[in-house]
């Protein structure tokens, strides 16, 4: 059995950055079909090795065949489209501003080596040290630590079994909506039946956006007597039966 | 049992322990020392030089340390340093001179604003994000007294009294201050990150650096 | 005008630069030195002396303040001290001398601390130059998703929120820290290499290349 060694790249721009250096390719004048099959093989193989190919990947592959297919058309109708600007164009500035950060990311890594043995004071933090238990907590703070905080007593909340009260956003328009959906399939819903097993505030809701609608002039209202159950009608649907 | 450190001369011995009580975040304690110096650090970057402390039986190495230590002291005093090593708490940490310290004693807060414990941090996070809260709600979401860490929070200036709750005995709400803002460097309170957000910023897969790890793994073995 | 820090004996001067470098917490800059020592400390614990100082024209005082840093440094060579300050972001700090940083570095903790993937030198440069920026225009220049990574910069402290941008669904901006510039050596973000620079130069390489390409394509032609 033998080992595969497989380039880590940072994402498709990464990928294409990498055939360009290795095949000495001018990121200019890029031939854009070779590179095209030489980036679906890449994915191909990634599949065959079983290894999830991020979605980026897959986005980069349909453009670059995109331009692939434009770049196929020939030379007349490719004046008639916009003054025939080069499909590979856009392509390229990507790829040229993504190399100038992969270089200032060299010119960073450089700085590492040079900071390699200089460490500042209170750098270490003690392990076995019982103080540590007493001083360690105390830390600079920043809006990330202040936000990571609030999450974790909600979360350790949420495992003691409270509940986050949350602010049900109810509203009357999705009432509205939700009983003329209804009433598109339906011909007719009954108030019971429309609230049940629902909280006191939906029932509320649906009361009021009833009325509203019978006020709209959208459905009709029925109630056999005075504690029956009121049954809704589609002005609409009523008319055309 | 002696180490490679035993074998260090002098000077050096002085440095590395002069180097971890200066690394150290608080004070260090001997047990510590002892067990970096023994058994944690590398020393094969330095010209070994075997001493005359070789031949002499360590029977207390702690004592040593101790001893060291003060002959650091000497040489910060006699080279005009205006800090020194002291014990506190058991444990050894720099601190300035009286005289030294008295000057700082003068300046307003002497920049150290920014650090928070655990139950400042937590109780500041609860109001910012429950404002206005009373403290009988921060301790029932706590879970704990709150009563000091509350004080702290007030008398740094990062929350401040909005008014009171119309509930039994009027306690007072709290909410969080300008002062508070300017800590964090954000202009408004709508710019702290809300739940969805906390939740998608700490809760990130890994795949994707398992596999790098991975696949750096086996480079290293070929 | 010449207050009277400037009356002080020099061997005082320098104890109190280096005090209040070594008391905080942050790299702390010639200006907020100079603001200190003109005008918030009080000196009347200590014994005024008046020296030669007062007696020349100072021009320049933050000349004056680097010289002092200098001395004391040279003071902390010569006195076997394996510390030094350094200047680095925005201020100035102590900071190990190399040969003692090593002997740290060695310590299993601090093994993988300076340790940095592609991902994460290439997202830091990205907000480095770029800052204020969010992960939706991180990401567009990376062509890549990185969450993770802006996870993992916000929890080695390498960046930070700094607010939100006044786009759909106000995704925040990043910016990078203290830490950051301290990890880095960085003194200030102006002393990165200029991006147009490094554009020039990638062209020109880029070029070249296309060079080397077509006198190979003439020789094989040849």
Known sequence: MYKIILPIFEGPLDLLLYFIKRDEINIYDIPIARITDEFLNYLKMMKELDIEVASEFVVMASTLMEIKAKMLLPIEKKDELTQSEDPRKELVQQLLDYQVFKEASQSLENNLEFMQNIYYRGIYESDISELSAKFKTYKPASVYDLAKAFYEIIKRKEEEGFQIIKIAEYKIEDAISNILEILTKEQQISFQKLCLNEKKQIVVLYFVAILELVKQGKIYAYQSDLNGDIFLFSVSKFYKN | ?222
Request: no cysteine.
């Open chain 2, 1 to 222: 049992m002696l180490n490679k450190f035993w074998n260090l001369n002098k000077t050096i011995q002085k440095q590395i322990i002069e180097t971890l009580i200066f690394a150290s975040e608080f004070p260090i304690s001997l047990d510590e020392l002892l067990d970096i110096i023994e058994n944690k650090l590398d020393f094969s970057g330095l010209v070994e030089q075997a001493s005359e402390i070789t031949t002499i039986e360590i029977n207390n190495v702690e004592e040593v340390i101790m001893n060291t230590i003060e002959e650091i002291n000497s040489d910060l005093q006699n080279s005009n340093r205006p800090y020194k090593i002291i014990k506190v708490a058991n444990g050894y940490t720099f601190a300035t001179r009286n005289e030294f310290g008295k000057i700082l004693g003068s300046l307003p807060k002497f920049r150290n604003k920014k650090r928070f414990s655990k139950a400042m941090l937590e109780t500041l996070a609860i109001i910012a994000y429950k404002q206005p809260i009373t403290k009988p709600e921060i301790e029932e979401i706590r879970g704990t007294n709150s009563s000091e860490v509350v004080n702290t929070l007030l008398e740094r200036d990062l929350i401040k009294i909005v008014g009171r709750k119309d509930t039994v005995g009027r306690p007072f709400m709290y909410g969080t201050t300008i002062e508070f803002l300017k800590t964090f460097g954000i202009s408004d309170l709508s710019e702290l990150p809300n739940l969805e957000e906390i939740r998608t910023l700490i809760e990130i897969k890994n795949t994707r650096e398992e596999l790098t790890l991975k696949i750096d793994f086996e480079e290293e073995n070929n």
